[in-house]
T-cell receptor
Framework: DAGITQSPRHKVTETGTPVTLRCHQTENHRYMYWYRQDPGHGLRLIHYSYGVKDTDKGEVSDGYSVSRSKTEDFLLTLESATSSQTSVYFC????????????FGPGTRLTVT | AQSVTQPDIHITVSEGASLELRCNYSYGATPYLFWYVQSPGQGLQLLLKYFSGDTLVQGIKGFEAEFKRSQSSFNLRKPSVHWSDAAEYFCAVASTGGGNKLTFGTGTQLKVEL
């Protein structure tokens, strides 16, 4: 299994509070991704990173920001959590350009009350 | 833009029966295609991939998939299903525009009856 950890694994937070989710990899892969998974929608890309300090938006980026200050860490921040952001969040990694396989972390279940 | 359709939301099969999960894609060029499996409470695991060459690809856990360009399909098959195959299955296609991005289908939930 790819060395990917996510923390926390579960979190309950209140509407309006900021939340940061962490993804940590030990594979030294260049690309990192944040997805959300919701019933009936599959996985949708929030943001991704193609290197340290290099990030770009995915299809559902509103209300989310990311940062990558080290190769191994990719942080997802919900600036002001809303109930619509209740979801399961997955981090994934991919090795290099043109190698499309992505390997997934175990997920973080976030509930916004 | 590329897209993936998995027409079956739920499928139920008996243990020992054969399985076929459908996946249709929309993509202008030769696609890079993937199947992933997700067990309850787990992340996604790569089952197999198609980049080019032989249109029948073998994966882990006894799964295979066949790429059919004329039908824009990449269906997943297994000759004999085991109870442990109960999970959700996702088809994905590599996206254009860089970033090694994938576009996922909405998934098919497989139930196995004993």
């Amino acid at each position: 299994d790819a060395g990917i950890t996510q923390s926390p694994r579960h979190k309950v937070t209140e509407t309006g509070t900021p939340v940061t989710l962490r993804c940590h990899q030990t594979e030294n892969h260049r690309y990192m991704y944040w997805y959300r998974q919701d019933p009936g929608h599959g996985l949708r890309l929030i943001h991704y990173s193609y290197g340290v300090k290099d990030t770009d938006k995915g299809e559902v980026s509103d209300g989310y920001s990311v940062s990558r200050s080290k190769t191994e860490d990719f942080l997802l921040t919900l600036e002001s959590a809303t109930s619509s952001q209740t979801s399961v969040y997955f981090c994934a990694i991919s090795e290099s350009s043109g190698v499309y396989e992505q390997y997934f972390g175990p997920g973080t279940r976030l509930t916004v009350t | 833009a590329q897209s993936v359709t998995q027409p079956d939301i739920h499928i139920t099969v008996s243990e020992g029966a054969s399985l076929e999960l459908r996946c249709n894609y929309s993509y202008g060029a030769t696609p890079y295609l993937f199947w992933y499996v997700q067990s309850p409470g787990q992340g996604l695991q790569l089952l197999l991939k198609y980049f080019s060459g032989d249109t029948l690809v073998q994966g882990i856990k006894g799964f295979e998939a066949e790429f059919k360009r004329s039908q824009s399909s990449f269906n997943l098959r297994k000759p004999s299903v085991h109870w442990s195959d109960a999970a959700e299955y996702f088809c994905a296609v590599a996206s254009t525009g860089g970033g090694n991005k994938l576009t996922f289908g909405t998934g098919t939930q497989l139930k196995v009856e004993l």
